[in-house]
């Protein structure tokens, strides 16, 4: 159960950076492409990071073929 504390960890930190971009994203005619541009991007690396950690705690081993005698 202590695998899942970092992936909690940094979730409320890239929703913490989520919330500071939604809310100081500067004024102006492209406000809401930057907002979402700085969201997406926190998401992605979020999920990438996350995608990564948990593949390296649960690798996939490679089946055995009874041909070869091991």
Known sequence: MA??????IFLVV???LMTV??????????QVVIRTGL???????YL??????MAQ????IAP???KLGH
């Not at 971009?21 to 492209?30: Q, R, S, V, W, Y």
């Not at 990438?48 to 950690?53: A, K, L, Q, V």
């Open 64 to 66: 055995h073929s009874s």
């Open 14 to 16: 890239a929703l913490g």
């Open 21 to 30: 971009a939604a809310l100081f994203t500067p004024k102006g005619p492209n």
């Open 48 to 53: 990438m990071w996350m995608i990564t950690y």
């Open 39 to 45: 969201m997406l991007t926190i998401a992605s690396c």
């Open 3 to 8: 695998s899942v504390l970092p992936v909690l």
């Open 57 to 60: 705690l649960h690798p996939l």
